[in-house]
């Protein structure tokens, strides 16, 4: 079946580095890639995304790049503060059903 | 605010019991999901519905069943709920037409922690 493999699964910076989570795709019918942060306790609550006619899109610190020939597309949050701290998803969408990646814990160090 | 509720947020039940997990939203979205979240393997969808006639299976609807009441309805049933369907239980739902144009953005609810002994 269709499926999103997601890399690190567990990732820990330092406070003020930069932090890329990666996912690829297998269903070359998505055309929406969203990004989903978990904090604990609390329900996935989007945090940016990007259609399949853009190849980046960025919002403050977050920014998510795409390469559809690849089936790549990334998170990129810099300056990284320890509210950063959570679980994130990436996501591939074609319209029907949304498939989710396994996820990556986020850990900030102050 | 237009939300997505859950009910029960926890519960406790034993092997071979009958549960049900109620879903509402006040967001006005035609399209309800159900997900199943265990730790390392991220969301999978368990049933989806576009309207209320329309019922979906998603990659893990074995031992699970949906009712679609309403348009804000959406429950998830365990006919005989078995050990390895303690989980973290989300509804979530979407609406295609964004405000920017095609999005297929899913709204959370707050969850069921179920476990089953």
């Known amino acids: 079946g269709e499926n999103v493999e997601q890399h690190p699964s567990t990732l820990s910076v330092q406070e003020g580095d930069s932090a890329v989570i990666k996912c690829t795709y297998s269903?070359?019918?998505?055309?929406?890639f969203p990004w989903y942060k978990q904090e604990l306790g609390k329900r996935p609550q989007l945090i940016i995304d990007i259609r399949s006619n853009v190849g980046e899109k960025k919002d403050q610190r977050i920014a998510v790049t795409l390469n559809k020939t690849a089936k790549h597309f990334s998170l990129h949050i810099t300056e990284t503060q320890p509210e950063d701290s959570a679980v994130y998803f990436c996501a591939a969408s074609e319209g029907f059903k949304t498939i989710f990646g396994a996820g990556t814990r986020l850990f900030v160090k102050a | 605010d237009a939300d997505v509720t859950q009910t029960p947020r926890n519960r406790i039940t034993k092997t071979g019991k009958r549960i049900m997990l109620e879903c509402s939203q006040t967001k006005g979205h035609d399209r309800m999901y159900w997900y199943r979240q265990d730790p390392g393997l991220g969301l999978r969808l368990i049933y989806y519905s576009f309207d209320v006639k329309d019922i979906n299976k998603g990659e893990i609807s074995d031992g699970y069943s949906v009712s679609r009441q309403a348009q804000a309805k959406f429950s998830l049933s365990l006919e005989s709920a078995i050990p390895n369907q303690t989980a973290l239980y989300f509804c979530a739902t979407s609406d295609l037409a964004g405000p920017s144009g095609y999005t297929d953005t899913q709204y959370f609810g707050p969850g069921t922690r179920l476990t089953v002994l």
């Open positions: 269903d070359s019918a998505s055309n929406y």
